[in-house]
Nanobody, 125 residues
């Protein structure tokens, strides 16, 4: 089971980025998936998590700006980030978990089982 995030980079405040997470060794369609971030000196934060029985979960810090989506044909999950702010600067990780009957809220606040390497997002002011 491997996850690899990509798409990070440097963007000005107000700009957009689309992160992608590719899975290998398993079918993402059967897993709950999520995006997390960690900024220097701060705790990890779940920014978008989705499972099969519930609507996607977004914390207030990103609600209305971030959107998670699956592409089952490509076995990938994307995170569209709009109206980026300097406080969005962090390393972003994608994650997956086979306990897909739990809610996105549960995963974003508790973590997931499989983790990929992160991609750095830097938002300049």
């Amino acid at each position: 089971v491997q996850l690899q995030a990509s798409g990070g980079g440097l963007v000005q405040a107000g700009g957009s980025l689309n992160l992608s997470c590719a899975a290998s060794g398993f079918n993402l369609d059967y897993y709950a998936i999520g995006w997390f971030r960690q900024a220097p000196g701060k705790e990890r934060e779940g920014v978008s998590c989705i499972s099969h029985r519930y609507k996607p979960y977004y914390p207030d810090s990103v609600k209305g700006r971030f959107t998670i989506s699956r592409d089952n044909a490509k076995n990938t999950v994307a995170l569209q980030m709009n109206n980026l702010k300097p406080e969005d600067t962090a390393v972003y990780y994608c994650a997956a978990d086979a306990r897909r009957h739990y809610s996105g809220n549960y995963f974003c606040n508790g973590g997931m089982y499989y983790w990929g390497k992160g991609t750095l997002v830097t938002v300049s002011s």
